[in-house]
């Protein structure tokens, strides 16, 4: 198994190798494992790097991008670039992506990480949209396709090109392809169960249509982030106080994930088509909890395309 020395090792040398200064997108980096990740990618690049960062706190994602190392060769002043966006709905979606074409050349690297923990009953968006979905899911599908172009020009230019989404792969469960918006018989774990599934569809689907390009569903591990501190839920921050003492050493901080988060990405960005990768960068393929087919992944496209369509439209 790979160390994380190893995993470092393989870091430095992906990133030392690159001939140009990269682009890297960070949808949900103002904490947790988006925020170490952003760190870790500017350390490795040494400030020399295009950063973006997508989330609601602006002043967390401002601070991040003001302790980031400065660039340590001379030339054109990389992009540090912070915008504010409530993924959960789709129009603040489209605005961001509105903002990043026209700020960007290129991008190399697009680190979907948005998400929470509760275990409230079903809630739905303005837009009509289930709350964990319209985060998890549905959110990372349009930051996706409306990027693609993007990391296609990066591609084209001989330049790595790669797309993770951060979940739980290898913890899915069953999907119904007669209600794929979650209305019957919701419950927390159910939502998650479909969150995880529908990631592993959406990244095989977009890489059945740019089957150049690299899409990675990564599972991070049980990792020691806010994500339970800030959870509405008393119970989950219980759960998380249990799992983050009495358990810390079967936990990892965010900043060794994002070593392994970074290695998975190295090792796969000259590569193609999807992966469902564990917290150690081992391709699990369709052999663990695998809930997806053919019909299901052609089915959960169309819901989604529709969908989406719908949400722009809802009068809120």
């Given at each position: 198994m790979?160390?994380?020395?190893?995993?470092?090792?393989?870091?430095n040398?992906?990133?030392?190798?690159?001939?140009?200064?990269?682009v890297a997108v960070f949808?949900?980096?103002?904490s947790?494992?988006g925020?170490t990740?952003?760190?870790?990618?500017a350390?490795?690049?040494?400030?020399?790097?295009?950063?973006v960062i997508?989330?609601?706190n602006?002043?967390?994602?401002e601070?991040i991008?003001?302790?980031l190392p400065?660039?340590s060769s001379?030339?054109?002043?990389?992009?540090?670039l912070?915008?504010?966006?409530?993924v959960?709905?789709?129009?603040?979606?489209?605005s961001?992506?509105q903002?990043?074409?026209?700020?960007l050349?290129?991008?190399?690297?697009?680190i979907l990480s948005?998400?929470f923990?509760?275990?409230?009953?079903?809630k739905?968006?303005?837009?009509?949209?289930?709350l964990?979905?319209?985060v998890?899911?549905?959110?990372?599908?349009?930051?996706?396709?409306?990027?693609?172009?993007?990391?296609?020009?990066a591609?084209e230019?001989?330049?790595?090109?790669?797309?993770?989404?951060?979940g739980a792969?290898?913890f899915?469960?069953?999907?119904?392809?007669?209600?794929?918006?979650?209305?019957?018989?919701y419950?927390?774990?159910?939502g998650m169960?479909?969150?995880?599934?529908?990631?592993d569809?959406?990244?095989?689907?977009f890489a059945?249509?740019?089957?150049?390009?690299?899409?990675i569903?990564?599972?991070?591990?049980?990792?020691r982030?806010?994500i339970?501190?800030?959870s509405p839920?008393?119970?989950?921050?219980?759960t998380?106080?249990v799992?983050?003492?009495?358990?810390?050493?079967?936990?990892i901080?965010?900043?060794e994930c994002?070593?392994?988060?970074?290695?998975?990405?190295?090792?796969?960005?000259d590569?193609r088509?999807s992966?469902?990768?564990?917290p150690?960068g081992?391709?699990m393929?369709?052999?663990t909890?695998?809930?997806?087919d053919e019909?299901k992944r052609?089915?959960?496209?169309?819901?989604?395309e529709a969908?989406?369509?719908r949400?722009?439209?809802?009068?809120?």
């Amino acid at each position: 198994m790979t160390t994380l020395l190893q995993a470092k090792a393989s870091n430095n040398a992906h990133f030392s190798s690159l001939s140009s200064a990269p682009v890297a997108v960070f949808v949900g980096g103002t904490s947790g494992i988006g925020e170490t990740m952003v760190y870790a990618f500017a350390k490795y690049t040494q400030g020399n790097a295009n950063i973006v960062i997508i989330g609601r706190n602006k002043e967390a994602g401002e601070r991040i991008l003001s302790e980031l190392p400065k660039p340590s060769s001379e030339g054109e002043e990389p992009i540090r670039l912070f915008i504010q966006c409530d993924v959960s709905l789709m129009r603040n979606v489209q605005s961001a992506v509105q903002q990043l074409t026209s700020s960007l050349s290129k991008i190399n690297y697009l680190i979907l990480s948005t998400g929470f923990l509760d275990i409230s009953d079903r809630k739905e968006t303005k837009e009509g949209l289930e709350l964990r979905l319209a985060v998890i899911y549905y959110s990372r599908w349009l930051f996706t396709r409306e990027l693609i172009g993007l990391i296609e020009k990066a591609k084209e230019s001989g330049e790595g090109g790669t797309v993770m989404s951060i979940g739980a792969p290898g913890f899915g469960g069953e999907i119904d392809p007669n209600d794929w918006e979650l209305k019957k018989n919701y419950s927390s774990m159910k939502g998650m169960g479909a969150s995880s599934t529908y990631n592993d569809l959406m990244v095989e689907a977009f890489a059945d249509r740019h089957p150049n390009i690299p899409f990675i569903h990564a599972h991070p591990g049980y990792v020691r982030t806010p994500i339970f501190h800030n959870s509405p839920s008393y119970l989950v921050k219980l759960t998380g106080f249990v799992i983050f003492t009495i358990g810390r050493l079967f936990t990892i901080s965010s900043e060794e994930c994002a070593e392994w988060m970074w290695s998975i990405v190295a090792t796969v960005n000259d590569g193609r088509g999807s992966y469902r990768m564990d917290p150690h960068g081992k391709d699990m393929g369709k052999t663990t909890k695998y809930f997806g087919d053919e019909e299901k992944r052609k089915g959960l496209w169309e819901h989604t395309e529709a969908t989406i369509e719908r949400s722009l439209k809802a009068q809120i």
